[in-house]
């Protein structure tokens, strides 16, 4: 189900860190809802991630849930109430100078931050709270950096009490070359990551350079409330060509079409990602949006029977509000605004006849792509946090001999 560990305690200080591993996706969720969504907008993209592992836990099946307490527990009561042992205590006192050591139940502090990584996808982390320092977030961070990496022996110490789970952490990790490829968060924060992650894991692997290759996506989350809806230019032109209308699973042709714009979006969003199966795109994808969600489309009027589109565009359900994603319209059609009717009519539909459940639609634009950033902004979406999208490429040294 899950387990906790003591991550790092700062100095001069007798409260610490905890980081607690859940291997059950839907207690995961459970305990970091209320802290995500007092952030609702700017951690859209963690809730849509967590819910997903519950909706459809095999498209994700190698990932880490990870939760990280503040813990006011003193030192003294936290070795009195667990092995007095040498070993222990040894263990115990490097834990409080940032190495993790030994499995205590520390599930119960306020939350200072949530992750996801998902492998071998980005690693996700929650927004700052409203008095998080950033320095706060760095000490957390790095500290979670030395576990993975096994600085300082931590996973040694850590096996005292939880041995199978630490041999699963290290199995990934080493499959994945304990090397992460990319982080999402604010800007400064994936920036100092990267370089400090690179720092970290030379010291550790063989035959990586001293610098890993960066490479940055300028991300913006948008948020649209029903009373910020306004029309998309040339409406009424617009609903003359075009309808607005939802996937139908038993219209093969149309789930077809579907499921090739997805793939097609794909391919233009993230071209060095492995290719998915059109089995995938139905399973994991668009079945695990209509679990409670919305698969929307545009098809030309006239075309009532075939139905076929050519824009499209996933809401995803989170808590009290939608996600928006996979927005893609044929190349043949694009120009013509097909993609501001869409969102627009989504928007009016979502939002208007469905706001018990969804008070908010949100949305990542990349900041590079000033048409679909002018789309948004003219049918009301409003910009709430600007964030990187970080890929990291390690190179590795040539060995000379070889």
């Keep these: 189900m899950s387990f906790s560990i ?22 995961y969720y459970e305990h970091a809802i209320p802290f995500l969504t007092q952030k609702l907008a700017e951690n859209n993209a963690l809730l849509g991630v967590s819910r997903s592992c519950v909706l459809t836990p095999q498209r994700y ?10 813990q006011e527990e003193e030192l003294e009561q936290m ?5 007095s042992s040498e070993e222990l205590r040894n263990g115990m006192d490097q834990t409080m100078k940032r190495v993790p050591s030994c499995s205590i139940s520390t599930d119960t502090g306020p939350i200072a931050m949530v992750m996801i990584w998902t492998l071998p996808y980005r690693l996700l982390l929650s927004a700052p709270s409203l008095d998080q320092t950033l320095q706060e977030r760095h000490f957390i961070l790095s500290a979670w950096m030395d576990l993975f990496l096994n600085i300082g022996n931590a996973q040694e110490k850590m096996k005292l009490y939880c041995r199978e789970s630490c041999e ?5 990790m080493k499959k994945y070359g304990r090397a992460v490829n990319g982080v999402m968060t604010d800007n400064l924060e994936a920036e100092w990551f990267a370089k400090e992650y690179g720092e970290k894991l030379k010291n550790v692997v063989e035959n990586f350079g001293n610098e890993p290759n960066i490479e940055i996506f300028k991300l913006r989350v948008y948020s649209l409330k029903a009373n910020d809806i306004r029309p998309c230019r040339d409406l009424e032109k617009q609903q003359e060509r075009y ?3 939802y996937l139908d699973l038993n219209n093969a042709k149309q789930l077809e079409i579907y499921i090739q714009f997805l793939d097609q979006f794909m391919t233009e969003i993230f071209p ?24 929307t489309l545009c098809y030309e009027k006239g075309d009532d029977q075939e139905k076929t ?3 499209i565009a996933l809401v995803t359900g989170i808590p009290k509000a939608g996600r928006v994603s996979s927005v893609y319209t044929s190349k043949s059609q694009r120009g013509k605004g097909v993609a501001s009717f869409l969102m627009y009519s989504m928007a009016i539909d979502v939002l208007k006849n469905h706001g018990d459940a969804y008070e908010a639609l949100f949305l990542f634009t990349d900041l590079t792509n000033p048409t679909s950033n002018s789309i948004y902004m003219n049918i009301g979406y409003k910009p709430v946090r600007d964030m990187y999208d970080l890929e990291i490429n390690y190179v590795k040294q040539q060995d000379e001999h070889r």
Excluded at 18 to 25: G, H, L, V
Excluded at 61 to 70: D, H, K, S, V, Y
Excluded at 79 to 83: E, M
Excluded at 276 to 293: F, M, P, Q, T, W
């Design 243 to 245: 309808v607005f209308s």
């Design 79 to 83: 070795r009195s109430d667990h092995h």
């Design 272 to 295: 060095n990602q492995k290719k998915k199966s059109k089995e995938d795109y139905l399973e994991n994808i668009i079945k695990g949006v209509l679990k409670n969600g919305f698969a």
């Design 6 to 27: 003591p991550l790092a305690r700062e100095r001069n200080c007798c409260s610490y860190y905890s980081i607690t591993f859940y291997t059950n996706a839907e207690l």
């Design 61 to 70: 099946p190698e990932r880490f849930l990870m939760i990280i307490r503040r």
């Design 309 to 311: 589109p050519i824009c």
């Design 168 to 172: 699963e952490i290290e199995h990934l």
